[in-house]
């Protein structure tokens, strides 16, 4: 496995950001522009902006052991073994923005354990579910179907039980690492999250008529070069050599269970592009509660994404839930869902179950979410969907911790501790919908 020891972001890469301003990317989500034309255009200004760092490393590739690659989503480029006169030559360019090391992140769980089935055949449904009244749902015939979920997580076991019927097999996974025929999770950590959003047995899933396809950007540890491979990946599916993509499978909601705290917005790139598309990101919001006020983890903690806080089965905010706000002052989490305990499918066979927690199990419950709702309200844009489940969240049953960030008191909502409060998925779905609330600045 490769770790790149330097990121060569083109100045002209924040030009897809400028070109997409805040308003005409709004204008995009709504006209749902076409992944097809997004890429082309993603990939044509990669090309162009990078031709100086290529014109200089060619000879480079040529004669040492440099290795390069890129990344179109980003307009970045990754460098390995590079030496340090190489560097300052690339650094002294003047299309180059940054030189970076690359991001790398480990999966947070704060516990973990395997829980005996007999201890969870005995209910319909596993109390995160019953929270937050998914089954209401599912009795008027709303279980996700037409939608397809994504993951960005350590894989999937696609022949789990609760799991193998709903795989979209057709462009529906990819393994930036090993590039393997079949959906596979080493860790455990993606079939779990998986299994929330989209399972079909023992009442552990929220949408589970919905599809699901999966890529593995993390392999224990999340490398920002797998996880843009997979952000590409999400925005136009291809085949396992990533080659004869088909924009047309793109997913419609994208969970992403992992993160960090950073200062620096370094998916934000990615993350444009999958709005402009009409694909709605979720992320954990992390798993540092005990670190304080303002310690949101990164990429939860974009702007552009619902940034998802934990609670558990007694409407207490989860110790580990981190706080907001953003290192930019914004309202994080967004929203909180049920993040403790959470039983799901497991790797260790086919029947498995595996109880976890963590943010990481709280953000699925809203991609489920998510699929509910589109499957109801095709077409929704992002400020659609962010609107009815901040609009219809529960507040009242919430048990607060003793702590105030970012001025808010911890009985005003929304705040830094739970955003606007715990998801009510049938209140989401079912309630008149409302003028969309702006989640980007003006």
Not at 88 to 113: M, R, T
Not at 236 to 258: E, M, R, T
Request: hydrophobic share 35%.
């Amino acid at each position: 496995m490769v770790q790149y020891l330097y990121v060569a972001l083109a100045a002209a890469a924040t030009a897809v950001t400028a070109k997409i301003s805040v308003k005409v990317h709004r204008n995009l989500e709504v006209n749902k522009q076409s992944n097809v034309s997004l890429v082309d255009s993603l990939k044509e200004h990669t090309t162009t902006s990078q031709a100086a760092v290529k014109s200089l490393l060619a000879k480079q590739v040529e004669s040492t052991a440099v290795e390069v690659a890129t990344t179109w989503i980003d307009c970045s480029m990754y460098i390995d073994k590079a030496p340090a006169d190489l560097i300052k030559e690339i650094a002294a360019l003047a299309g180059v923005k940054s030189i970076d090391e690359p991001v790398v992140i480990a999966l947070d769980k704060p516990q973990e354990g395997v829980k005996p089935t007999s201890q969870t055949v005995d209910a319909v449904n596993q109390w995160g579910i019953n929270k937050i009244q998914a089954p209401a749902l599912w009795a008027k015939g709303i279980k996700g179907d037409g939608i397809v979920v994504a993951s960005v997580d350590t894989g999937v076991r696609y022949t789990h039980e609760s799991l193998k019927s709903n795989w979209r097999q057709e462009y529906g996974w990819f393994d930036p690492y090993n590039k393997s025929e079949l959906p596979n999770d080493p860790w455990g950590h993606g079939t779990h999250t998986m299994g929330t959003m989209v399972g079909t047995t023992q009442g552990i899933g929220v949408a589970p008529n919905a599809k699901w396809m999966a890529c593995m950007g993390c392999n224990y540890l999340c490398y920002q070069y797998q996880l843009m491979q997979c952000a590409q990946f999400l925005l136009c599916p291809h085949d396992k050599d990533g080659g004869n993509p088909d924009c047309s499978k793109a997913p419609h909601v994208i969970n992403n269970s992992y993160g960090a705290y950073y200062a620096s917005y370094w998916m934000e790139d990615a993350i444009t592009a999958w709005r402009t598309a009409g694909i709605i990101p979720v992320f954990s919001n992390g798993n540092d509660g005990s670190n304080g006020c303002a310690y949101s983890g990164y990429p939860g903690a974009s702007p552009q994404v619902i940034g998802v806080g934990a609670t558990d089965s007694t409407e207490h905010l989860a110790y580990f839930s981190s706080l907001g706000p953003s290192v930019t002052n914004r309202l994080k989490p967004d929203i909180s869902a049920p993040g403790v305990d959470i039983v799901s499918a497991a790797i260790y066979d086919d029947t498995s179950l595996v109880w976890n927690s963590g943010t990481s199990m709280a953000a699925p419950h809203i991609a489920g979410t998510v699929a509910l709702y589109l499957s109801v309200n095709k077409g929704a844009t992002y400020d659609q969907v962010y609107t009815a489940l901040t609009n219809n969240v529960d507040t009242d049953t919430l048990s607060p911790p003793n702590k105030t960030c970012g001025g808010i008191p911890n009985t005003q909502y929304p705040n830094h501790l739970f955003g606007y409060g715990r998801l009510n998925v049938f209140k989401a779905v079912t309630a008149p919908p409302s003028t969309p609330r702006p989640t980007l600045p003006p």
